[in-house]
């Protein structure tokens, strides 16, 4: 996902653009915008931390952008890709690095493993909305 911040800086053509450049084939992809439900389900995980609040806050504000990414390692490369959770220590060159202001809002989301990878897939879209 393209979080609302990374949007409402008009970085979607940018962010795209260094992804597909680093190798990754977008196979689904929308514009949409997160209910309060729908953040609260995707990021369950988190639901005890003391930021879950303004999580779910940041993340229904505006609209996002999700997409499906392959490419062969593609969970390791792109959390490479966009770099540490908190931008400030995110590597020279990565998305959080270049587009991100603070920890809570950092521009992107990756999924951390295959299976999240399925899962996540499957909460924003369909069967055939996916052309792989
Ligand atoms: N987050 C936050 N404060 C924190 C840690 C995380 O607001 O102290 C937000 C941030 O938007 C982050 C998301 O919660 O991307 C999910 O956190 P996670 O630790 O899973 O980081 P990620 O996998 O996105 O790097
Ligand atoms: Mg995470």
């Given at each position: 996902?393209i979080?609302?911040?990374?949007v409402?800086?008009?970085?979607?053509?940018?962010?795209l653009?260094?992804?597909?450049?680093a190798?990754?084939?977008?196979?689904?992809?929308?514009?949409?915008?997160?209910?309060?439900?729908?953040?609260?389900?995707?990021?369950?995980?988190?639901?005890d931390?003391?930021?879950?609040?303004?999580?779910?806050?940041?993340?229904?504000?505006g609209?996002?952008?999700?997409a499906i990414?392959?490419k062969?390692n593609?969970?390791?490369?792109?959390r490479?890709l966009i770099?540490a959770?908190?931008?400030?220590e995110?590597?020279?060159g990565?998305?959080?690095?270049l587009?991100?202001?603070d920890?809570?809002?950092?521009?992107?989301?990756?999924?951390?493993?295959?299976?999240?990878a399925?899962?996540?897939?499957?909460?924003?879209?369909?069967?055939?909305?996916?052309?792989?």
């Amino acid at each position: 996902m393209i979080k609302p911040d990374a949007v409402e800086k008009g970085f979607i053509g940018p962010i795209l653009e260094k992804i597909t450049a680093a190798g990754f084939k977008i196979i689904a992809m929308k514009y949409t915008r997160l209910s309060r439900r729908d953040a609260k389900e995707f990021y369950a995980i988190h639901k005890d931390r003391p930021f879950f609040g303004e999580l779910v806050d940041f993340m229904t504000r505006g609209p996002i952008v999700s997409a499906i990414l392959e490419k062969d390692n593609a969970v390791e490369d792109f959390r490479a890709l966009i770099g540490a959770t908190n931008p400030a220590e995110a590597a020279e060159g990565t998305i959080r690095r270049l587009f991100a202001i603070d920890i809570a809002e950092n521009a992107i989301h990756g999924s951390d493993s295959d299976a999240n990878a399925a899962i996540e897939g499957a909460f924003h879209f369909s069967g055939r909305e996916i052309y792989s």
